[in-house]
């Protein structure tokens, strides 16, 4: 049973408009969402994260945002650079555990 | 400061044979997880270890095996390998157990079984 869902595997967005890759989980004890980025040959690097007692958490160009209720968390990016072109996972933690459970990720194409 | 770094980083073995890949923290970092990605499933935890103990461990086959040395240098071992053991494995260290967010990730190593 999948606690992280990341059901679009790939998604494309224009240069310089806004990409928003979204993730759903299940287990309503996480109390830590994250996103992480990963290019090609290299590991994940931690891109931004959000506490449960918050909805939304803003850092430069990213923004993730945070429904309880729905169970649901985004993360958008904006203006969407070629660099941004990567894998990204969204990953929950605090669900009875420290581990961290995985989304399988989306993969996001910045078109030219 | 040096990343984590992981070794080999690419491996093709046969079916039936086994695997030890290894992992050297960040400097100072104590903590070391291992996870399984493959492209069906995603990023999949694997196990942490902490002060060379065991603290966690995911929902993988006995198979999977890890240890952890004085220096926080970390070891995964995967015995009688299978063809869905074909993935890519990353390590990641933090500077405490459970320190999630605090995790850094290794480029990973590729393993191939044929």
């Known amino acids: 049973d999948q606690q992280v869902k990341q059901n679009s595997p790939s998604l494309s967005v224009q240069e310089g408009r806004i990409s928003i890759l979204n993730c759903d989980y299940t287990?309503?004890?996480?109390?830590?969402f994250l996103w992480y980025k990963k290019y090609p040959a290299e590991g994940p690097t931690f891109l931004i994260s959000i506490s449960s007692i918050k909805d939304k958490n803003e850092d430069g160009r990213f923004t993730v945002f945070l429904n309880k209720s729905a169970k649901h968390l985004s993360l958008h990016i904006v203006p969407s650079q070629p660099g941004d072109s990567a894998v990204y996972f969204c990953?929950?933690?605090?669900?009875?555990?420290?581990?961290?459970?995985f989304g399988k990720g989306t993969r996001l194409h910045i078109l030219p | 400061k040096a990343g984590v770094t992981q070794t080999p980083r690419y491996l093709i073995k046969t079916r039936g044979q086994q695997v030890t890949l290894s992992c050297s923290p960040i400097s100072g970092h104590r903590s070391v997880s291992w996870y399984q990605q493959t492209p069906g499933q995603g990023l999949q935890f694997l196990f942490e270890y902490f002060s060379e103990t065991q603290r966690n461990k995911g929902n993988f086959p006995g198979r999977f095996s890890g240890r952890q040395f004085s220096n926080s240098r970390s070891e995964m071992n995967v015995s009688t390998l299978e063809l869905g053991d074909s993935a890519l494995y990353l390590c990641?260290?933090?500077?405490?157990?459970?320190?999630?967010?605090?995790?850094?990730f290794g480029p990973g190593t590729r393993l191939t079984v044929t």
């Open positions: 990641a260290s933090s500077l405490a157990a459970g320190n999630t967010y605090e995790q850094y």
């Open positions: 990953a929950a933690n605090g669900g009875g555990d420290d581990k961290i459970i």
């Open positions: 287990n309503s004890m996480f109390d830590y």
